[in-house]
């Protein structure tokens, strides 16, 4: 079973930028495709973006696409994400993910983009 710790939230301005992080361990991390969802005050939790096992696909939300980025360092057992031209409605608590047999998730990151 993989565990998940994600950093790099913060506070940041509208059109700032900010890079998440999620450290795995206790598993084979290139076993694992790997992803984001956030989840904002009163709303359900949604889809942000995820990598495959190797990198080589990206699907992103829509309302992510083109400025957010996804990225995985298979040898630091770790995933990013890097979030460009923030808005206020990206405010949320982002959870990274792990699929495998079962989904696994960390404890949250609060991003806050204040006007």
């Known amino acids: 079973q993989v565990q998940l710790v994600e950093s790099g939230g913060g506070l940041v301005q509208v059109g700032g930028s900010l890079r998440l992080s999620c450290a795995a361990s206790?598993?084979?991390?290139?076993?694992?495709?790997m992803g984001w969802f956030r989840q904002a005050p009163g709303k359900e939790r949604e889809f942000v973006a995820v990598i495959s096992q190797s990198g080589d696909d990206t699907p992103y939300a829509d309302s992510v696409k083109g400025r957010f980025t996804i990225s995985r360092d298979n040898a630091k057992f770790t995933v990013y994400l890097r979030m460009n031209s923030l808005r206020p409605e990206d405010t949320a608590v982002y959870y990274c993910?792990?699929?495998?047999?079962?989904?696994?998730w960390g404890q949250g990151t609060q991003v806050t983009v204040s006007s």
């Open positions: 993910y792990a699929d495998r047999n079962a989904r696994y």
């Open positions: 206790g598993d084979t991390f290139s076993n694992y495709a």
